[in-house]
């Protein structure tokens, strides 16, 4: 292993200042984009003064009938859209599917209770400080608050009014809870249940690392919070979801209804440059068994904890076929604890400008047709295995 890297204190500080630098270009780009959408009336108010709807107008309307008492209607898609326009105020084109379990609706019926417009902005007031918290505590500095706005899925995520900020803080509280304590881990892990495409690794993961108060406690978590969703929802909402899984794969993952290029996955790399759904699968499902496995075999060894948990964060996201830009917020909670493991041992050579040359292609993905946050997500688990194979066991 190659000796451990010795930085005098202005080297660090230099490093430290480009590495401010550098984030504040990525804040400074990120308002950019908001004031050019909302010059160009894209964003969120169109040139007539109509609210444009976004993601979260599915999240709105599917609490809306919640609260109406028809909380299996969410998942009809007629029902759901003329919701969605009254959200709006006016019939838009296009169609917002609602494909989350119903857990899920409680807080859509809150969110609910509140004027569509007021719900999005109230959505993003609440998940954000748990992002910036998450990432804050992983790093380990207060350099991680900056960090964590940087990061190029930011802004996906306030202007779609997506669900990216909770799924990494819940990823985030997962991880750095493990160790600390594994209960509240294992409540993280349980509520995280609401994005089930992301639940392939942990199972696995937590088995090879023998990490059973986190897998007991998630199991109990996910149960309870099912059943309490059957109690206020009914069963005909968990009927009404299960009944459209082969619906929403079919339109999504066969049919690309959603553009294929908006998968930031392998399988949406393959379709959207042309392949055929069986290549789509083939390739996918390859890349899924060999990032399973080299998330068994560094849980199993005695690594270092912070990389550990950057290859399962990096690695439940390649793991999934369903992946849109605004997931790739699970991309920083990886990316903070390579950043914490490189505070501790210094980075490796092309590290950090492998770091933001990932940031740099979740940034530019807008202007192209292809899936870069994929490539973003292989850039950072690279570079996470690199770091583990080089890193000494410990004894």
Partial sequence: MPARPEFSRSSVSARSER???A???????????????FVLHQWPIDAEGRSIPADFVNVWAAGKLALLGYPDWAYVSKVHKEIENAAVGYTFPGYYGWHYPPPFLFAASVLALMPYGIAHAAWIAVTLPGYLAAIRAIIGDRIGWLFALAFPAVIANVMAGQNGFLTASLFGGTLYWMERKPVWSGVCLGLLAYKPQFGILFPLALIAGKRWTVFVTAALMALAMAALSALAFGAASWQAFLHGLPVTAQTFLSEGQGHFGKLQSLYGLVRSSGGSETLG???????????????CIFWHRRAPFALQAALLAAGALLATPYLYLYDTAVLAVAAAFLIRAARTAGFLPGEASALLIAAGFVLAYPFFAEPLGFVAIVIVFALVLRRLVVTKTPA
Avoid: S
Avoid at 23 to 37: D, E, G, N, S, T
Avoid at 281 to 295: E, K, M, P, S
């Fill in 19 to 21: 590495f401010k630098r």
């Fill in 23 to 37: 984030c504040l270009f990525f804040c400074a780009a990120q308002l950019v984009y908001l004031a050019a959408f």
């Fill in 281 to 295: 699968w083939v390739l996918q499902g390859a890349l899924t068994l060999a990032v399973a496995a080299a998330v």
